[in-house]
Structure formats: structure tokens, C-alpha cells
């Protein structure tokens, strides 16, 4: 029952920029949560990937930005690279769901 | 370095309850501002999150799941445990459990790091 929404894919050639938008509403992301992304790869766990809307843990490489505006976020992915096929899921809060932390629908990204 | 690891049965029958171990190392449920998750993942779906604990004892939970789960620590053991109650086949999935550091951010605003490598509970007869 996930509250955020996101594309089920996207795709796009090595070297090229793929945007994932992830739509939520006024009791989460336009309520002013951060929102934090996840990038998982096949057979693996999750790995923060974004937090805070906007930062990058040590070690993500800069071609992974975040950003956010009123009820929806966005992750960017520039000059796609072969190993950034995976699945990726965004995270926020919702105050309508006592204290429920939410995820994303989830989003394939496929390098063509 | 924070490590997580999830322990349990790997089937269960329908109408059983599930007990989950979360057995980690590298910080301690004591200190402040420190919180063990619970997430699933049923096969080729989204993540759902289910329940948390907090360093001082205080628990939330899925508000669809509520009625069937329950979040516990041992702080001396390192170990976190979830239990669910009468499980069906739609409950199967890739269990996680994850740490949360609420030092980093304002209440709601926590992000889920690491995680563990999960552990697969399938129910069936």
C-alpha cells in the first residue's frame, strides 16, 4: 500500500541523464518531509543512496542528485553507467498514518 | 562498522506466528536516538515497512499490520525482534531490518542505514 508513487520504469543509454520522479501528497512530502532514496541491486538489499532530499552519503558518486518541490521529489541519474541498473525506491514519512515511514512504488532503471 | 543481520524460519505454515531476530553490532539500542526498522519485501514488489523501536522502548507500527505485530529489544543480547501473528501466504517476502539514527535528523525526517541482507519467509502448507 504504498502512499508515494513512481514510474514502474525508465531507461536510457550509457552516458545519457534518467530522471525518477516520486509523487506523494500534503500528510508527506508536501508536509515538508525529507525524502531519502534507495538504489537496490539485483539479489541485494537496499543501499541509501540520497538523504535529506538532496545529500549523498561517502562513497555515492556525484552522477546521483536528489531534489524536491512541494509534493514530489526526484532522483537524477547522470551519464548512466551499466551498473546503475537497478531498482530504485523513494522513502519519506506521513503524518496521517501514525507514525508510518513510507515508501515509493519503486522504479527499474534499465541501461539500454 | 554497523552490521545487521536477520535470523529466523525459513517457511512457516498459514495461521502460524513468525518470530524474527535483527542481531546487530556497532552501536547500541541504549544510546540516544538510535532505532531498529522492520521492512519487507514480497518477491518482485515494493518495500513495505512494518513496525520500529527506539532506544527508549517506544514502538510504532504499520497502521494496516498493527493488530498482528510486535517489536521488542533485548539491549544486553544487541537483538531486536519482530513477531507476526497469523501468517498467510501473502505474507511472504524478504524480511529486513535496518538501523535508523535519529541524532541526523529532525523526528520524521530519519532514513534507514544500513540495512541488513535480509532474510526470505515463505508461508505455506
Known amino acids: 500500500q504504498s502512499v508515494l508513487t513512481q514510474p514502474p520504469s525508465v531507461s536510457g543509454a550509457p552516458g545519457q541523464r534518467v530522471t525518477i520522479s516520486c509523487t506523494g501528497s500534503?500528510?508527506?512530502?508536501?508536509?515538508?518531509?525529507?525524502v531519502h532514496w534507495y538504489q537496490q541491486l539485483p539479489g541485494t538489499a537496499p543501499k541509501l543512496l540520497i538523504y535529506g532530499n538532496s545529500n549523498r552519503p561517502s562513497g555515492v558518486p556525484d552522477r546521483f542528485s536528489g531534489s524536491k518541490s512541494g509534493t514530489s521529489a526526484s532522483l537524477a541519474i547522470t551519464g548512466l553507467q551499466a551498473e546503475d541498473e537497478a531498482d530504485y525506491y523513494c522513502?519519506?514519512?506521513?503524518?496521517?498514518?501514525?507514525?508510518?515511514?513510507?515508501f515509493g512504488t519503486g522504479t527499474k532503471v534499465t541501461v539500454l | 562498522q554497523v552490521t545487521l543481520r536477520e535470523s529466523g524460519p525459513a517457511l512457516v505454515k498459514p495461521t502460524q506466528t513468525l518470530t524474527l531476530t535483527c542481531t546487530f553490532s556497532?552501536?547500541?539500542?541504549?544510546?540516544?536516538?538510535?532505532?531498529v526498522s522492520w521492512i519487507r519485501q514480497p518477491p518482485g514488489k515494493a518495500l513495505e515497512w512494518l513496525a520500529r523501536i527506539d532506544w527508549d522502548d517506544d514502538k510504532y507500527y504499520s497502521t494496516s499490520l498493527k493488530t498482528r505485530l510486535t517489536i521488542s529489544k533485548d539491549t544486553s543480547k544487541n537483538q531486536v525482534v519482530l513477531t507476526m501473528t497469523n501468517m498467510d501466504p501473502v505474507d511472504t517476502a524478504t524480511y529486513y531490518c535496518?538501523?535508523?539514527?535519529?541524532?541526523?535528523?529532525?523526528?520524521?525526517?530519519?532514513?534507514?542505514?544500513?540495512w541488513g541482507q535480509g532474510t526470505l519467509v515463505t508461508v505455506s502448507s
Open positions: 535496518a538501523r535508523i539514527d535519529q541524532s541526523q535528523a529532525a523526528a520524521g525526517d530519519n532514513w534507514f542505514d544500513p
Open positions: 500534503s500528510s508527506n512530502i508536501g508536509a515538508g518531509y525529507d
Open positions: 556497532g552501536f547500541s539500542l541504549s544510546t540516544s536516538g538510535m532505532c
Open positions: 522513502q519519506s514519512y506521513d503524518s496521517s498514518l501514525s507514525g508510518s515511514m513510507v
